[in-house]
């Protein structure tokens, strides 16, 4: 059984930056794409972005592109999520998640980030 903890998460002004850990415990995840979600009050999930087994590939939303770095540390278990420039539009819970054969399988409870 694999658990994603999240945190980092908080209140920041427009413009700010945060930095979002994930940690996964229970399995190693080395050999799994890693990626963050995020859902925003009363709005669909959405993908923010996806990282490779071995960190050299990575793939992000168009709206987030240039302002957002997903990251991982495979010999701690932990993946990251800088989040640079943020904007109000930004404000929603935050998600960690392991791929396995094409779906999200593992999910975190999800870290609250607020930007005003």
């Known amino acids: 059984h694999v658990q994603l903890v999240e945190s980092g998460g908080g209140a920041v002004q427009a413009g700010g930056s945060l930095r979002l850990s994930c940690v996964g415990s229970?399995?190693?995840?080395?050999?799994?794409?890693m990626g963050w979600f995020r859902q925003a009050p009363g709005k669909e999930r959405e993908g923010v972005a996806t990282?490779?087994?071995?960190?050299?590939?990575?793939r992000y939303a168009d709206s987030m592109k240039g302002r957002f770095t997903i990251s991982r540390d495979n010999a701690t278990n932990t993946l990251y999520l800088q989040l640079n420039s943020l904007k109000t539009e930004d404000t929603a819970m935050y998600y960690c998640?392991?791929?396995?054969?094409?779906?999200?399988?593992?999910w975190g409870q999800g870290t609250q980030v607020t930007v005003s």
């Open positions: 229970g399995s190693a995840l080395v050999h799994n794409c």
């Open positions: 990282i490779y087994p071995r960190g050299t590939s990575t």
């Open positions: 998640v392991r791929e396995y054969e094409d779906r999200y399988d593992y």
